[in-house]
């Protein structure tokens, strides 16, 4: 949203110009002789108050036109994991059955009401929530791995049975001893130069890689569980590393083709049309149309437009590809200036090799 209260203008504007670190991620600068956007702490040349607009968040400023400076990366440094939070998941990594509490959070200089807040912002959750689900997690594979509840539950630090039971039925939805067939869908955090994006993988694969802010992703995550009769928790898989990696790889310029496996279930109509999505060339466009006609049912526009609303596997799947008849960019769940930014990217590092 653009900021138009003048007071807030001005404190925004102050910050800029003394590279306040407290207000990274706090506003989005556009400016209007560069149309580029920054963060608080852009080491560029200040612009003048009259030159400058100001936004509560990068996905604004992408809307409103403007594209990331790349000084700042304002939409890599504002949404990456702070030093802090950084030292608490490491904690929670090498201790995934160990109960971290608020006094070994200090202990290791760390506040855990700086941690509480973090986490509700951009997980939605405390950070005792995220510890308890990581430790579910790995309940769960050992539970899975044939290991016996009883010593399950102490070894990830439980004090009685009756209190695992409880933890891991309020987060898997059934008990210790029914879950031990059963796969969970994970879920982690990514930033991108285009901004923060979740990404869920099952035993079979990536399942979901979407913007954090895309509308309608509380509604996808109900969805894919349905689908897969599975329980979203916290945690990573050998999927998502590999995905993050090659993510990277194709923020960076260097991949054009991913390798990781996918676990996309939907109608035998969806999963034809997202398989042609795959087959769409890197740094190539395509129609709705053209789509439709791959599939040899030329009719099926509005039906095949639908279905690529659909997927769910962003920049992977890569559905920014398909643009309208009249070389309009129409229809991308993460946004139009993202769709225009990835298409850009492509071109640029197709043009380059």
Known sequence: MLITNPNQKETYYRALLERDHSYIGIFYVGVKTTSVFCIATCRARKPKFANVEFFDS?????????????????????????????????????????KITDYQLRQNKLSPETLRRWFKKHYGITFHAYQRMYRINSAFQELKSGKNVINTAFDTGYNSLS?????????????????????????????????PMFICATNQGICLLEFVDRRMLETEFEQLQSLLKMKIIFGENEHIKQAKVEIAEYFSGTRTNFTVALHTP?????????????????GELTTYKQQAQRINNPQAIRAVANANGYNRVAIIVPCHR????????????????????????????RNHR
């Open 322 to 349: 398909v643009i309208g008849s009249n070389g309009e960019l129409i229809g991308y769940g993460g946004g139009l200036e993202r769709k225009k930014w990835l298409i850009e990217h492509e071109n640029k590092n």
């Open 266 to 282: 939907g109608t035998l109509f969806q999963q034809t049309v997202w398989d042609c999505l795959k087959h769409i060339p890197y």
């Open 58 to 98: 990068f996905k604004s400023a992408l809307d409103a036109g403007y594209r990331p400076c790349k000084i700042c990366k304002p939409t890599e440094n504002a949404n990456q994991a702070p030093d802090e939070i950084i030292k608490a998941l490491a904690l929670i990594n090498n201790n995934p059955k160990q």
């Open 163 to 195: 209190g695992f039971g409880y933890t891991y039925k309020k987060i898997m939805k059934k008990s210790p001893s029914a879950n031990q067939q059963q796969d969970v869908i994970l879920i982690d955090r990514l930033t991108s130069p285009l901004g």
